[in-house]
């Protein structure tokens, strides 16, 4: 599997993969968006695979009310919470796109809540299912992104890694790992990670452009480590004692 060289967006729903075990759900009770109508399914996968394509569409109020039917489902409650934070994650931006106005601004802080609240969800999910899967490497993938997205970048990275470790041809992987590496300044095991990228996806723009980033983040670095040992060693000053 390869990196979607076309695919501008970090937490579009292309990049998640699906995982073939399931989890326990958790607290997945955040409500539905209201005039943002879908059919009634009655298959768990097929409400996963519409709020996905709502998603890829653009159509994010569309894209929760049917994770939401997910849930209730109870598919695979990993990837639908983790999707569903995606679709809240892109509603809080395109709130913040309109004017300024105290509505637009409750909203945005009302979605990023939720699709925090749900990226921690589906950590959780994840977590049980590398537990029972300890050889998935997308589960494990799946769950440094959500880590990621949550913030606990160490324990991404961790995760990330395990991923690579188990499956080293995938350049999906390999990519999403250099990112992490960067988030957390390791430049030099980013841009190895990203090369390696580069060589099973050449024409990866991404890729390309991540590694760019590791490289100037490496330069920057050095260049900082350079100027210290240029710095001039100044002379102790000498206190002057006054005679009797």
């Keep these: 599997n390869s990196a979607n060289s076309n695919n501008a967006n ?5 990049n998640t ?38 998603l890829d569409a653009g159509e994010e109020e569309k894209a929760v009310n049917a994770f939401q039917q997910a849930f209730k489902l109870d598919p695979n409650p990993a990837e639908a919470h983790f999707q569903l934070a995606v679709a809240y994650e892109n509603l809080a931006v395109e709130a913040d796109d309109t004017k300024p106005d105290p ?3 409750s909203k945005k802080e009302e979605y990023k809540k939720k699709a925090e609240k749900s990226f921690a969800e589906a950590v959780k999910d994840y977590q049980k299912l590398a537990a029972k899967n ?27 890694g395990q991923a690579v470790k188990l499956q080293p041809k995938d350049a999906e ?5 250099g990112l992490i590496l960067i988030k957390l300044a390791k430049y030099d095991k980013a841009i190895a990670s990203l090369r390696a990228a580069q060589k099973l996806d050449p024409d990866n723009l991404r890729i390309e452009a991540a590694l ?14 350079t100027d210290k ?12 004692t006054n005679r009797q």
Excluded: M, W
Excluded at 145 to 155: G, T, W
Excluded at 212 to 225: E, H, Q, S, Y
Excluded at 229 to 240: G, I, L, R, S
């Design 10 to 14: 970090a937490g579009n729903s292309s």
């Design 17 to 54: 993969k699906t995982a073939n075990s399931k989890a326990t759900n958790g607290n997945s009770e955040l409500g539905a968006i209201p005039n943002a109508e879908v059919p009634t399914y009655t298959s768990a996968s097929d409400a996963l695979a519409e709020g996905n394509k709502f």
């Design 134 to 160: 300890p050889k998935d490497a997308t589960v494990h993938y799946n769950l440094g992104r959500a880590l990621s997205k949550s913030n606990e970048d160490e324990k991404a990275e961790k995760a990330l």
């Design 212 to 225: 760019d980033k590791a490289l100037a983040g490496k330069k920057r670095v050095d260049a900082g480590k």
């Design 103 to 105: 509505k637009a601004d």
């Design 229 to 240: 040992t240029k710095q001039p060693k100044t002379a102790p000053v000498q206190q002057k």
């Design 173 to 177: 992987y390999t990519f999403e790992y």
